[in-house]
């Protein structure tokens, strides 16, 4: 059974950074995709970043491009986002996500397209203008 546990988040004042951690276990894919998605108050789920394992670039949303770092670290099965330059409209709730990625999709896929079975409970930000 996968499990996807974060931590990492809390109050910060703007400009400050937050570093949230994603545990992944259970999984036994070989190709995969993971990464962040948000939810703010009022507002709709909207994926921050993601990564292939199949290679490829990160794919970051336009509005944290450049103060927000996706990384991994995979002897520990852990993803990372750091986040730096938080702004108010950076408060949400942070879910990290995976999936397993189609076998016909492999070759050709955005990762921020791809639909995501697999879910965290969740890590809440809030950033104080």
């Known amino acids: 059974e996968v499990h996807l546990v974060e931590s990492g988040g809390g109050v910060v004042q703007a400009g400050g950074s937050l570093r949230l951690s994603c545990v992944a276990s259970?999984?036994?894919?070989?190709?995969?995709?993971i990464g962040w998605f948000r939810q703010a108050p009022g507002k709709e789920r909207e994926v921050v970043s993601c990564l292939s394992s199949t290679g490829g670039i990160t794919y970051y949303t336009d509005s944290v491009r450049g103060r927000f770092t996706f990384s991994s670290d995979n002897a520990k099965n852990t993803v990372y986002l750091q986040m730096n330059n938080l702004k108010a409209e950076d408060t949400a709730d942070y879910y990290c996500t995976l999936t397993e990625i189609p076998q016909d999709a492999i070759v050709d896929h955005r990762c921020p397209d791809l639909p995501y079975d697999y879910w965290g409970q969740g890590t809440h930000v809030t950033v104080a203008s």
């Open positions: 259970g999984f036994t894919f070989n190709h995969f995709a």
